[in-house]
Structure formats: C-alpha cells, structure tokens
C-alpha cells in the first residue's frame, strides 16, 4: 500500500497536557459516496462500507483490497437524492453464526410519500458471516414516513445492552415545522430502542420491557429518548458503553449530545425548543411541546454554526484502538461543511477539552468507522477513505503493560524499551472505566537506552471488574495516557498467595493461616506433569511467606502446588 499522511495544524489546545495531532493514512481506494464505514465484529479483518446508492463493499484490511463482488445491492428500491439513500449499517452481535445484519434506508417502494420513507430491515449472508447477502433477504422491522427530503438521520447500533438503536431525525423542514422532536406521538426526532430478538406477536421486533416510556399511553413505547434535530452519526464507546450523538443544528449551534452508561433513558435532548445550550428562536420556534426548567438535557459540547466553526456535524468515535495510544478514550468527530475536526478530551476531573483542528487531507467528512480492532477510519462523501492515526510521540517506547489479577492482589507491570526525559509513570484505577483514582506515581529512569521493567502491587482492591490506566509524564510536563487494561479480581480469601507473578525466576508463597507447626511443600510443575521444582519448609503457626528461587526453566506456564496443614491447593505461575 502506499501510504499517504497528511499532518493537521491545531488551532486551539488546552493547556497542562501534551495533546495529539491527527494524521492521516489513506487507504488508496476511491468508492461512490461512502456514509457509513465498520467491521462485522466477528474478527474478519474487513471494513463494510455503505454506500449512498444502495451497494454495500467490503475492503479486506489484511490484503488491502476492495471486493470485486458487492455485499449487498438493494440499489433498486433506495431513493437516492439529497439526503436520502442507504445510510446506515449495524452487524448483529452475533452475526458470525446468524448472519444477520440491519441497515437504515429510505425507499422508493410503491404507495411510498413523494418524500420517501425511512425503512429499518434485517437482511441475512448467504453463510453465517458471509460476504455477500440477497436482497431477497430483507425483513422489514419498521417503516417511518418522512414529511420532507431532508433530516432523514440514518444510522443505527446496536447497544451493549444487545439491542438496537437508531436514531431519527426530525422529518425535515426548516425549525421542525411539524414538531415532531418534542411530539411524544410521533417516531421522528427520536432516539428509537427495539429488541431484534424477541419480536412482540405479529411484528418483528419487541419493546425492550425497560424503555423508559412503556405503559404510557401518551408516548410511543419505541422512544428512547427525545428532541433530536438530524443525528447524523451516533457511537457507543466500546469500553465503557457511552452513547455519543452528533446532532447537526439549524441557525445557531452544532452540538453534541451524550448518554452515559447505565442510562435509564427518557432523556430529553430539547430541540425544537433548544440549539445546543442556548434557546431556539429560529423558524418554528413556536412549539406548543416547549415547556421551562431543566427538563432538558444539555449537550456535552455544542460549537457555532459560522464558517470558523462549522454548519454540519458529523459525529464520531471514542477511539479504542492500539496503534494510537495518545488518541485512547478521545472522542473524534468532524464537520461536513468546515472540513474541521474536533477531538474531545478524556475527563481528568477538570472537565473535557475541546481541540481544534484542519488542514486535513478530505473535506465533506461524511462518516466515521471503527473496524472489529477499534482502529479508527473516517470518509469522504466524495469517495476517499483513510484511518485515523496520530502524530504525538512521547519519548518513552514502551514494549510491556498488563494488569494480572492473582489470588489477592492486582500485579501491574510494564517495560520499556527506551525513556527520554522521562519524569514519572502514574498507575490509576477505576471501577467504571471512565473515572480513575491515582493508585501511585512512580519514579521513571529519565534518559536510557536499555531495558527498563516496573512493577506495582495493588494490594486492596475492589471485588468486582477493574480498569488500570498507566500515565507516563515528562519532565517538561508532557504526558501520555497507554491503552486501558481491565481485570475481573475475585479474591480467595483462605488460599495461598504466589508473587511476582509472572516471574522471571525468584517468587514467594504467603501462607494466610497456619494452623499449627508443620512442613509446608511448595512443588512446581510444568505443562507436561513434571516435577521442575520441589522444596519443603518446617513452620511456626501463624502467617509465613516463603521465598523461592527456580531453577532455570524455559518460559511458560507452571504449576504450583502448596500443601500444608493436610490440606492442597494449586496456583498458576507464569514464568517469563
């Protein structure tokens, strides 16, 4: 492939940390009108791009080459002008043996509305996570008449929860004429939540018995959440389950709403009677449906509708992947119309930055994408295609970080390769993935060209799943936050401790209660059954820690027995 990187100028950093700088690498291949971009999540490697005339491609990342042959062609019944067309795509979560996928288009079918019609089907491969899909396939969920051409949304996803989302827009117009954002009656301007699953009798698909308005005749039992204008493009963060929507204003803000994990639903985003932050009084700003108060929910960032700023967002993604580690739980997102793009910083407990930047090497962004990697892609609705990586690089090369749960500890270990003007590495932890507790800060080497390895023990936490994050700091202030890991720590509270674990050679055994005087017997045994290690030790009641040093074995992963007290227990030791 020939690689094309093209490096954007920040116009506007927030201070105190060092911050990343998108570059671009362009994957050489020119597709017709691309407004949706993901990967089957099934592990294949490919990227489906969706394209506006009604064609599905796949691009194989491993061998860098676009299909010859469609993925799916439903050309003929997409009504394609203006907005409208094919607009959406979501795999099923288990689609490497269902085969099921869903997309959102707006048809041209026969008894349609001069308008069209936005349609939500499943379609299905031909094998189970195939790579071409009939169009005779098609089941049709849901069918939603559009009032005007224009505000069609058309993405959808399916949610951690395992059902699907789709977002609508208001059914066009200028000011939402027919107020339908804040209508509870009507399915546009909605976010919509569905069980593909478990349809109710006589549909083909069910209400989630949790959405927040079942068993309320006053609204439809489909709505999620309401008072969205034109969501174009919605993500869930990958890790922590946030829902991200990028809704694209009418006369004075662009904005960005958020659903955090754990939502009940049921919030209100307020459009018509609210742009971004502030109050709209635009066209059709008379909505009987606008009432006062806090009963809407503010954005989580909204920027001007001008030319320095933009006038058609396109939302994007937190990145979750690992060849970018500064750009790790940014938000990365766009303007269709500025040929801007924004990132979104992590919350560090000051509040979120926003970054500005151009110069990029596509204009008219017209989607985001993440492949089944969490790597990060972005398209022009004029054809190109690229993946999102990034400029910073911070003098520490780092080879090594994981997190190990053990019997009663969390062990935390990384290495690097080399450190320059390196000050420090902070270990944090968090229980929900999104807010971090400093656990420790330790000392770095500063300037080396050898090897350098780190350990720490986080020796009280949590039952339950943990997130560590590993913050590497400057002398000069700069830092740089490494790929989250997650554990599920479930102590034993009677057994045996072995630590360090891994090990390159020496380890200990903590015994937590000896009964009585007696022979403890530690025996290490390798994957084959076979004694590689044997020692006994006579100890006084109480809780003794025993110290042990291996003989030369290869590195794997062994088997330790402890015997004492008449009772056995076995413990892995991975051995580097």
């Known amino acids: 492939m020939r690689f094309f990187i093209a490096l954007l100028s920040i116009l506007f950093v927030a201070t105190g940390h060092a911050q990343p700088t998108l570059e671009w690498i362009d994957l050489n291949l020119t597709v017709t009108q691309p407004v949706d971009l993901t990967g089957a999540g099934d592990g294949s490697d490919r990227l489906f791009i969706v394209q506006k005339n009604g064609i599905i491609r796949i691009y194989d990342l491993n061998s860098e080459t676009l299909s010859g042959t469609n993925f799916l062609n439903i050309s003929g019944q997409v009504r394609n002008s203006g907005e409208r067309g ?30 069209g019609q936005t349609v939500i089907s499943r379609f299905k491969t031909n094998v189970p ?71 109710d009798p006589g549909e083909e698909y069910g209400i989630p018995a949790d959405n927040p308005f079942v068993g309320n005749s006053a609204v439809l039992d489909e709505i999620w959440a309401l008072g969205l204008r034109n969501p174009w493009r919605i993500s869930f963060d990958r890790l922590t389950g946030d829902l991200w929507i990028g809704d694209v204003g009418q006369v004075a803000r662009e904005e960005i709403d958020f659903q955090p994990a754990g939502s009940a639903g049921g919030e209100n985003y307020g459009w018509d009677c609210r742009e971004g932050f502030l109050t709209y009084t635009g066209p059709g700003s008379s909505s009987p449906n606008c009432v006062g108060g806090s009963v809407y ?25 690992s060849e970018a580690s500064d750009l790790v ?18 919350d560090e407990g000051s509040g979120r930055n926003l970054l500005r930047q151009n110069n990029a090497p596509l204009s008219s962004v017209s989607t985001f994408g993440e492949d089944d990697d969490g790597e990060l892609y972005v398209a022009s609705l004029n ?90 700091r400057d002398f000069d202030g700069s830092e740089e936050i490494f790929p989250i890991r997650q554990v599920s720590f479930t102590p034993d509270a009677d057994g045996p401790r072995v630590f360090p674990n891994p090990t390159k050679g020496d380890f200990s055994v903590a015994i937590p209660a000896l009964l009585q005087e007696g022979p403890v017997t530690v025996t290490l045994f390798d994957a084959g ?29 062994y088997t330790v027995r402890i015997a004492y007290d008449g009772k056995r227990f076995s413990r892995q030791l991975v051995v580097e």
């Open 529 to 557: 059954g076979r004694v590689v290690y044997d020692r006994l030790r006579l100890a006084a009641a109480g809780a003794p820690t025993f110290e042990h040093t291996l003989p030369e074995v290869p590195a794997g992963v």
């Open 329 to 346: 739980g940014h938000y990365i997102c766009a303007d269709y119309a500025s040929d801007r793009f924004f990132i979104i910083t992590p």
């Open 383 to 472: 054809g190109e295609i690229y993946r999102i990586v990034s400029s910073l690089t911070l003098p520490v090369e780092l080879v090594r970080w994981q997190a190990t749960a053990r019997e009663k500890d969390v062990l935390l270990s990384w290495e690097t390769a080399s450190e320059t003007e390196a000050a420090s590495f902070q270990i944090e932890r968090s229980v929900d993935g999104n807010n971090f507790t400093v656990l420790t800060t330790v000392a770095a080497r500063g300037n080396t060209e050898v090897a350098q390895t780190y350990e720490y023990l986080d020796a009280t936490p949590p039952v339950g799943t943990l997130y560590y994050r590993l913050r590497q």
């Open 297 to 321: 929910q503010d954005p989580l960032f909204d920027y001007d509708r001008s030319s320095t700023g933009g006038q058609s967002l396109t939302g994007g993604f937190v990145y979750r992947g």
């Open 86 to 115: 094919l607009l959406g795509l979501a795999f099923h979560p288990q689609f490497a043996t269902n085969g099921f996928f869903f997309v959102n288009y707006v048809s041209n079918g026969v008894g349609v509305p001069n308008n």
């Open 129 to 199: 996570g195939g790579s071409t899909a009939s169009a005779a396939s098609e089941t049709i969920l849901l069918r939603i008449n559009q009032p005007f051409a224009n505000h069609n949304a058309g993405d959808l996803a399916f949610g951690p929860d395992g059902y699907l989302y789709i977002p609508t827009g208001d059914g066009g117009g200028g000011g939402d004429p027919n107020d339908t954002g804040q209508d509870p009656q009507s399915l546009l301007g909605k976010m919509l939540r569905i069980d593909v699953d478990n349809p």
